[in-house]
């Protein structure tokens, strides 16, 4: 079973950057889509960007050309690096994998279900 585990979120300015991590273990890259969530305040959680087996990657609207995903496979690590922040990228972001059974959620092709706990993005104007 996959274990997820974010880190790297912070409070930072609007226009500044800022690079989250998931350390995941029980997942095969080539397997797996892997995926960041996020959840603002009083809102429900939205697709950020996922990274299919293949390597493809795929952005909401709202972070397409500010954000990237990428992975480390020695490492087992996904990334997701913000960069322009705006005050409404602030959010809980969620690291996510697919296949799991948890909170099933079908987003860009994929379905995931095996989530980690989350780190805090605070973009402040």
């Known amino acids: 079973e996959a274990q997820l585990e974010e880190s790297g979120g912070d409070l930072v300015q609007v226009g500044g950057s800022l690079r989250v991590s998931c350390a995941a273990s029980?997942?095969?890259?080539?397997?797996?889509?892997m995926g960041w969530f996020r959840q603002a305040p009083g809102k429900g959680r939205e697709g950020v960007a996922i990274?299919?087996?293949?390597?493809?990657?795929s952005y909401a609207d709202s972070v397409k050309g500010r954000f990237t995903i990428s992975q480390d496979n020695p490492k087992n690590t996904l990334y997701l690096q913000m960069n322009m922040l705006k005050p409404e990228d602030t959010a809980m972001y969620y690291c996510?994998?697919?296949?799991?059974?948890?909170?099933?959620?079908?987003?860009?092709?994929?379905?995931?279900?095996?989530w980690g706990q989350g780190t805090r993005v605070t973009v402040s104007s």
């Open positions: 996510a994998a697919d296949r799991g059974p948890y909170d099933r959620t079908w987003y860009r092709g994929c379905t995931f279900g095996f």
């Open positions: 029980g997942v095969t890259w080539s397997n797996y889509c």
């Open positions: 990274i299919h087996s293949d390597g493809s990657t």
